[in-house]
């Protein structure tokens, strides 16, 4: 059974930073595409940034590009997000999802994710 495993989320104030947590478990996590949503409060789950395990590529959403990164731990099966000068935008449910094993990424497209775990707060205050 896949499961992944969201951590650190938390409160911080604006122009903080925060890392993110992915440990997937019962998945195949090399050559497969992972990474991160979001869902602010009264709107819809968006892409934030996923990562190709296979060769590192990735992939931002444009409202996070340059402050937020994406990475791997292959020893850990983690993916992590690293979440520089934060905005109070930037609040909201954080989701870590997976798409099934051996598929690359296609962009930010969560109806392309089949795994999703259940999400850690992230609260940035201004």
């Known amino acids: 059974q896949v499961q992944l495993v969201e951590s650190g989320g938390g409160s911080v104030e604006s122009g903080g930073s925060q890392r993110l947590s992915c440990a997937a478990s019962?998945?195949?996590?090399?050559?497969?595409?992972m990474g991160w949503f979001r869902q602010a409060p009264g709107k819809e789950r968006e892409g934030v940034a996923l990562?190709?395990?296979?060769?590192?590529?990735?992939y931002y959403a444009d409202s996070v590009n340059g402050r937020f990164t994406i990475s791997q731990d292959n020893a850990k099966n983690t993916v992590y997000l690293q979440m520089n000068s934060l905005k109070p935008e930037d609040t909201g449910m954080y989701y870590c999802?997976?798409?099934?094993?051996?598929?690359?990424?296609?962009?930010?497209?969560?109806?392309?994710?089949?795994?999703w775990g259940k999400g850690t707060l992230v609260t940035i205050s201004s």
């Open positions: 999802a997976a798409r099934k094993n051996g598929y690359a990424c296609r962009g930010l497209a969560q109806n392309d994710m089949d795994y």
């Open positions: 019962g998945y195949t996590y090399r050559y497969n595409c």
């Open positions: 990562i190709y395990t296979g060769d590192g590529s990735t």
